[in-house]
């Protein structure tokens, strides 16, 4: 088996349960472009490029992969070869979408598209369809969402490799260093830690703090700061870490020290939330209240998580409003926050799963404000 996939038989499973999830919708069939969706499916990294590849999977009939000839390539290291996909390849001067329309049988065809497709693939396709495409969202979902065994365990492992990257993170903050410094040195210790690529860093000091997706700059930390450090990488298969911890170089103000308290109840109280049968909201709501409680829901500016997989950000989303019902298998973030706009921010992210009785963190750190000596 290639290590950057599972085995055949996970995509198999996901090909059969995508087909039948679409005939239950009522639709022909879905066209998935390159993306999450293509790799969740497949296990296939192709890039979108200007030339059309796609899988083509009907509701009932076998797949197809439409694919120029000059990128067949691109299919080595999926699963295709394995599955036995039929693969049509194209050359310049073909008309690709009339391949695509041909694996419907070619007539008229109800399709899903990925929410990734290109609108340079997107109208064509829809011209030589005849009936304009949906979005595959509400039929791929579920499938994404649920994760499986082996999808958990890749949660796990990345949850495991970046706390060990949180692990040295104290040894980055020494006053007089900047942001970006503190940046290069994570960005290092992800992949030395395990990941395969850095998906994103937030090193945001005393007044950066406050803002939620700063990223990080050439300012230098000082004595007094409080530091949120928000990092993730994908972890072979492609799955992502994705963990906050605040931390204060030298002792907190006792105000800080005492608000921090509040989110950290906060957080404690929507990862106590979680269980099958709970809904999303009822879980954003869990932070929600204890900061509200506190006077500090002013500060709470953002939802409290988001699903993690193939994607950093991928449904379920820990929000108001969304009365999704949890289930066993779905994994998210509880990430609430505390802002106060010029002057120092906070945010304790753990990745859960939910199990069959409440929830599993895949990050282990410790969710106190973390002090870094001052020199």
Same mark, same amino acid.
Request: aromatic share 6%.
């Given at each position: 088996?290639?290590?950057?996939?599972?085995?055949?038989?996970?995509?198999?499973?996901?090909?059969?349960?995508?087909?039948? &999830?679409?005939?239950?919708?009522?639709? &022909?069939?879905?066209?998935?472009?390159? /993306?999450?969706?293509?790799?969740?499916?497949?296990?296939?990294?192709?890039?979108?490029?200007?030339?059309?590849?796609?899988?083509?999977?009907?509701?009932?009939?076998?797949?197809? %992969?439409?694919?120029?000839?000059?990128?067949?390539?691109?299919?080595?290291?999926?699963?295709?070869?394995?599955?036995?996909?039929?693969?049509?390849?194209? %050359? !310049?001067?073909?008309?690709?979408?009339?391949?695509?329309?041909?694996?419907?049988?070619?007539?008229?065809?109800?399709? &899903?598209?990925?929410?990734?497709?290109?609108?340079?693939?997107?109208?064509?396709?829809?011209?030589?369809?005849?009936?304009? *495409?949906?979005?595959?969202?509400?039929?791929?979902?579920?499938?994404?969402?649920?994760?499986?065994?082996?999808?958990?365990?890749?949660?796990?492992?990345?949850?495991?490799?970046?706390?060990?990257?949180?692990?040295?993170?104290?040894?980055?903050?020494?006053?007089?260093?900047?942001?970006?410094?503190?940046?290069?040195?994570?960005?290092?210790?992800? %992949?030395?830690? /395990?990941?395969?690529?850095?998906?994103?860093?937030?090193?945001?000091?005393?007044?950066?703090?406050?803002?939620?997706?700063?990223?990080?700059?050439?300012?230098?930390?000082?004595?007094? $700061?409080?530091?949120?450090?928000?990092?993730?990488? &994908?972890?072979?298969?492609?799955?992502?870490?994705?963990?906050?911890?605040?931390?204060?170089?030298?002792?907190?103000?006792?105000?800080?020290?005492?608000?921090?308290?509040?989110?950290?109840?906060?957080?404690?109280?929507?990862?106590?939330? %979680?269980?099958?049968?709970?809904?999303?909201?009822?879980?954003?709501?869990?932070?929600? $209240?204890?900061?509200? /409680?506190?006077?500090?829901?002013?500060?709470?500016?953002?939802?409290? /998580?988001?699903?993690?997989?193939?994607?950093?950000?991928?449904?379920?989303?820990?929000?108001?409003?969304?009365?999704?019902?949890?289930?066993?298998?779905?994994?998210?973030?509880?990430?609430?926050?505390?802002?106060?706009?010029?002057?120092?921010?906070?945010?304790?992210?753990?990745?859960?799963?939910?199990?069959?009785?409440?929830?599993?963190?895949?990050?282990?750190? *410790?969710? !106190?404000?973390?002090?870094?000596?001052?020199?």
């Amino acid at each position: 088996m290639d290590s950057h996939r599972f085995d055949a038989g996970v995509y198999a499973r996901r090909l059969a349960a995508a087909a039948s &999830a679409t005939a239950d919708a009522g639709l &022909a069939g879905l066209v998935i472009t390159p /993306g999450y969706d293509l790799r969740y499916l497949i296990g296939s990294r192709a890039q979108t490029l200007e030339r059309l590849t796609a899988l083509v999977l009907p509701a009932s009939g076998d797949p197809t %992969v439409v694919v120029p000839r000059l990128e067949l390539a691109s299919l080595k290291g999926s699963a295709v070869a394995e599955l036995g996909l039929a693969v049509r390849d194209w %050359v !310049d001067g073909d008309d690709p979408y009339a391949l695509v329309c041909a694996a419907f049988g070619g007539g008229p065809a109800a399709t &899903a598209v990925t929410d990734s497709m290109p609108a340079l693939h997107l109208v064509p396709l829809a011209d030589v369809l005849g009936v304009p *495409p949906v979005l595959a969202t509400d039929v791929l979902r579920r499938l994404r969402m649920v994760k499986e065994q082996c999808e958990i365990d890749a949660l796990r492992k990345a949850g495991a490799a970046i706390d060990r990257v949180h692990a040295r993170v104290p040894d980055f903050l020494r006053p007089g260093r900047t942001e970006a410094d503190v940046a290069a040195d994570i960005a290092e210790a992800i %992949v030395a830690e /395990g990941h395969s690529e850095v998906a994103f860093i937030i090193v945001g000091s005393g007044p950066h703090a406050a803002d939620p997706h700063h990223g990080y700059s050439d300012r230098e930390l000082r004595v007094g $700061d409080i530091v949120v450090v928000d990092i993730g990488g &994908a972890y072979e298969p492609g799955y992502h870490s994705d963990s906050t911890r605040t931390y204060s170089i030298g002792e907190p103000e006792a105000k800080v020290a005492q608000r921090y308290s509040v989110l950290q109840r906060a957080q404690r109280a929507a990862v106590e939330a %979680v269980r099958p049968g709970a809904t999303a909201e009822q879980v954003d709501a869990a932070a929600r $209240d204890v900061l509200a /409680g506190a006077g500090l829901a002013e500060a709470f500016v953002h939802r409290t /998580g988001h699903g993690i997989g193939l994607s950093v950000h991928e449904e379920p989303y820990i929000v108001t409003g969304n009365d999704l019902p949890l289930a066993a298998g779905m994994a998210f973030s509880v990430e609430p926050g505390v802002y106060f706009p010029g002057r120092w921010g906070a945010r304790i992210e753990d990745i859960v799963v939910v199990t069959e009785n409440g929830a599993e963190a895949v990050n282990n750190r *410790p969710h !106190d404000l973390i002090v870094v000596p001052a020199s």
